[in-house]
């Protein structure tokens, strides 16, 4: 402990020659997110399993192999957004995941919230569905389209990527970055957000801007992330679901 102690001291006193203001824990913080997210965009995106993994992406039929690559990136999200941030979290910082938003207790007003919220989006995703950009992008995974069995794994996939994603832009950084910085790290974790929106419809990474606050605030007012996980999960999946032809 003492040693990690000297150590924290050390990269504060070199950095403070440049930043006077900057400390270990928020410059850990920093750097190792953008290393997670940096390995996640470029490795962990679905064409990693067809890179990764020839031989048994070969083997598989097209629809599996399609499945295969998706939960690839999901678990790479798992693996790079929650589970490492976690071990940070405990290991480096010596802090409690429960300040971190992995808390369900006291959430009952942001899950109502939650469910207003997606009420009065559900007009607009209907009409946004539509679109010639939306019908183009969406399902991302074309053979969930037609087969309901498809679909139902593809949504159950895509929950363990919310729960990551929440964990690190809602939990990781908002919480990560509220101890020193206090609400302006709503800040810190909306940037990156919309930011990782990029290749989506214009719409879409407009709109990441206002969900970015919302899901901060919602986070921060129910110290959890189980709140957002709920409405990103639902808004995705129905995004989703209006696309396809399986229930028409």
């Known amino acids: 402990m003492k040693k990690e102690v000297r150590q924290n001291k050390a990269v504060s006193k070199f950095f403070a020659g440049f930043f006077p203001e900057l400390e270990f824990r928020e410059v850990f913080l920093t750097v190792s997110a953008s290393i997670l997210l940096i390995l996640f965009l470029y490795q962990g995106k679905a064409a990693g399993f067809f890179k990764y993994m020839p031989a048994m992406a070969e083997s598989l039929s097209r629809p599996h192999a399609g499945l295969a690559s998706w939960a690839w990136s999901h678990i790479a999200s798992f693996l790079l957004l929650f589970i490492t941030p976690l071990v940070i979290i405990t290991a480096v910082f010596k802090e409690k995941p429960s300040d971190y938003g992995l808390n369900i207790k006291g959430t009952i007003k942001e ?20 679109t010639p950009s939306f019908q183009a992008k969406y399902p991302k995974l074309k053979i969930i389209k037609d087969n309901l069995g498809y679909f139902t794994i593809y949504q159950m996939l895509y929950l363990i990527k919310w729960i990551s994603w929440e964990f690190f832009f809602r939990g990781f950084l908002l919480f990560g970055f509220k101890k020193k910085y206090g609400e302006g790290a709503v800040l810190f974790s909306t940037m990156p957000f919309v930011i990782v929106h990029l290749g989506k419809p214009q719409g879409e990474i407009f709109g990441a801007i206002l969900a970015g606050f919302i899901l901060c605030r919602l986070a921060l007012n129910g110290r959890s992330i189980f709140p957002g996980v709920w409405l ?17």
């Open 111 to 130: 899950f109502k919230i939650v469910l207003i919220l997606f009420l009065l989006f559900l007009p607009l995703l209907i009409w946004v569905s539509t």
């Open 232 to 248: 990103h999960f639902m808004v995705a999946g129905t995004m989703d679901f209006l696309t396809c032809t399986f229930w028409k």
